[in-house]
């Protein structure tokens, strides 16, 4: 368990009023923090120093009465490279040292300032693939910054939000040369939970960044707080001071607010707390907080210190038992076009359907995916649905593995996104699952690759959604996406997708109608966990002629159930149902969570013909379950239904 002596860097110079002095509180987000001040999001916010200094200082002082001790400037890109993009790398002295000065009038006493430095560039290369040149001018890069900065008076350095450790260890060495005496902060910001970008072990890259310098290490933004809370719970402590500068939830498209992030300020403060029992000390915010984070979080820690709570950290997750699957795939027989496997809609006519998710490794062992789908097609299931690298993140690709479930007598039904590929690339690849045999697929935009495990890929998004159906019609026509005539149409049979959990639930049933009269054949839903709700889905889509599947997805833990309730966009959980899992044994959550789904399907058979459920982190063992619970209560169905003729 660290110490927490944070004194020894911290230039407070005021009396800590969190918890008897325990806590370093680091303010929350600057950029996001501005745009919801009305500035524009394309907008430089470290311009903003020059152009808009009251504005800069009046945000400071708002994160300084909420109870930060710690500000950050507004530099976070204020480095020549990412300057250049503006065409403003000629001021980056000016830049910075104007943000220590703003952010000095506005903390007066009250607060130290530290100055922020994040990865050149955005941190959109690998650090270990960096040339010697590379880290020559990236050197350069970090020490022209720094130097404005610690010239300019600040009382420490932030390093944050990098992904790699490689690139951090060169922005922390550079520093550590150029201010010997003052405290610094390193926070990698990995994509992973417990590795960074670049393959390293967290416990093993804080004693790295240690050893090179860093006062405090520590993670901040993109895993947010659930993510951040399961980094530091894997990790062995030393005695050295940990930071903790979560994002306030997870970034998503919101159809009335664009980009936001997920969570609300309360349940960020009750996570922080439980980051705080494990011992880190230095805490704050990043994307998506503001003032109301801090003060929350401020006010959460002095009522946990108030009652004396202090707990040993949880036990560490037990690792995922891999089932080997020796099979050997055979290739023989497979032609040049594999025949089309069954529609969904044909079965949905002849039976209930289950569709169950299972998502495509991130790794290259694929054994306990296939191990998965075999058991779940034994089970009952019609078809294995995959994701297309969901949230962004780099998985094997489903078109591969959609290929050798065929060969094995799995039918697939194949995601198919906006995200990855321009249009000469999505009608190649449409063509390549057709003559696979794959023909239900799911159509849908995809979440940005920015906020996936490679931030500087490219979103394609030729099109959205509701086009590419369109577009999937055309080839059911035997046309081309140019025009051009195929020799014969194909026969995709095209689902789309359909979130409830929305605030104007009118809006997105008239946005579903709309996808449908551009051509889906079949519609699956977000998860639900609200039985009312699925009665209204039901009555409100009840003409528009295509059958719906119902998603279900069990709840494995209470953590689990709060960070889909909070985090995960498009998902809400009943209170009674959160209720429950927090009130039920860690050792019992997983069996409680099988029951709650259980009552789900039954109410879902009174009016679904269709259930599609998600496999949680790749437990299939439960979806195989709960695909087998409701072939026998549809089996009995069936039976009695028999009987009474």
């Known amino acids: 368990m660290p110490s927490g002596g944070w004194e020894t860097w911290a230039k407070v110079p005021r009396e800590l009023a969190v918890a008897g002095g325990r806590y370093v509180i680091f303010d929350g987000a600057m950029a996001t923090y501005l745009h919801q001040c009305g500035v524009p999001i394309r907008v430089c916010a470290e311009e903003l120093n020059l152009s808009k200094p009251r504005l800069i200082e009046q945000i400071h002082r708002a994160y300084v009465e909420a109870g930060a001790t710690v500000v950050q400037t507004n530099t976070f890109a204020a480095n020549r490279l990412d300057l250049a993009r503006h065409g403003l790398d000629a001021q980056t002295v000016a830049i910075n040292e104007q943000a220590v000065l703003t952010a000095r009038a506005a903390v007066a006493d009250r607060a130290s300032v530290y100055g922020t430095m994040g990865p ?3 941190g959109t290369r690998y650090g270990a693939l ?3 040149d590379e880290r020559s001018r990236l050197s350069q890069v970090y020490e022209e910054q720094a130097l404005a900065l610690i010239e300019a008076g600040v009382d420490g350095i932030v390093l944050e939000t990098f992904p790699d450790l490689e690139e951090l260890l060169l922005a922390l060495r550079v520093v550590r040369v150029m201010a010997p005496q003052l405290p610094i902060v390193a926070n990698l910001s990995p994509e992973e939970v417990g590795v960074t970008r670049d ?3 967290l416990t093993k890259a804080f004693a790295t960044l240690r050893e090179a310098g860093a006062s ?3 993670l901040n933004c993109r895993l947010g707080p659930y993510g951040i809370l399961r980094s530091f719970e894997q990790i062995v402590f030393d005695d050295g001071p940990y930071a903790a500068v979560p994002n306030g939830g997870i970034l998503h498209r919101s159809e009335s607010e664009g980009l936001a992030y997920t969570g609300d300020v309360d349940d960020f403060a009750r996570v922080m707390s439980d980051i705080a029992r494990l011992g880190v000390r230095w805490l704050g915010g990043c994307c998506g907080t503001t003032p109301e984070h801090i003060h929350k979080l401020v006010l959460a820690l002095q009522a946990q210190n108030s009652r004396e709570t202090w707990a040993e950290p949880p036990q560490k997750p037990s690792s995922i038992h891999v089932v080997a699957d020796n099979r050997r795939d055979e290739m023989e027989g497979v032609g040049a076009e594999t025949p089309l496997g069954p529609s969904i809609v044909d079965t949905l006519k002849e039976r209930t359907a289950v569709i169950v998710e299972l998502d495509p490794p991130k790794h ?5 995916f296939l191990a998965g789908a075999t058991a779940l097609s034994e089970a009952g299931a019609d078809m294995i649905t995959m994701a297309d690298n969901s949230l962004g993140s780099v998985r094997i690709s489903n078109m591969a593995l959609a290929s050798v479930l065929k060969q094995r007598g799995i039918e697939p039904l194949v995601h198919v996104t906006c995200r990855d590929r321009n249009l000469i690339g999505q009608q190649s690849h449409l063509m390549g699952l057709h003559v696979l045999g794959v ?10 690759s920015r906020y996936g495990d490679l931030p500087g890929a490219t979103s394609v998004y030729d099109v959205s959604s509701m ?3 369109k577009m999937v019609r055309k080839l059911n026509d035997g046309v081309g996406f140019s025009g051009k005539p195929l020799q014969r149409p194909a026969q995709f049979v095209i689902g789309t997708a359909f979130n409830p959990h929305v605030h104007n639930f ?7 109608r709309r996808k449908v009269e551009a051509g889906a054949d079949f519609v699956m839903t977000q998860p639900v966990y609200d039985p009312a709700l699925m009665e209204q889905i039901a009555e409100a889509t009840r003409d528009l002629g295509v059958p719906i599947l119902i998603g279900i997805m069990p709840l494995t833990s209470a953590r689990n159930a709060e960070f889909i309730h909070h985090q995960v966009p498009g998902i809400s959980i009943p209170a009674e149902i959160l209720s429950r899992m927090r009130e039920t044994a860690p050792e019992e959550a997983q069996e409680v969570g099988v029951e709650i789904a259980k009552s789900l399907v039954d109410r879902a058979l009174t009016c679904y013909r269709g259930i599609y459920l998600v496999t949680p982190f790749l437990k299939f063992e439960i979806t195989v379950r709960l695909t087998a619970y409701i072939r026998e209560r549809t089996a009995t169905a069936v039976a009695s239904a028999a009987r009474r003729e």
């Open 506 to 512: 009118a809006k997105a049933v008239d946005r579903l």
């Open 199 to 201: 393959g390293v072990l």
């Open 120 to 122: 050149a560039a955005g």
């Open 467 to 469: 086009d590419l159906t």
């Open 130 to 132: 960096l040339t010697a």
């Open 439 to 448: 023909r239900n697929i799911l159509l849908i935009t995809g979440d940005p």
């Open 364 to 368: 290259l062992s694929a054994a306990r």
């Open 216 to 218: 405090v290490v520590g």
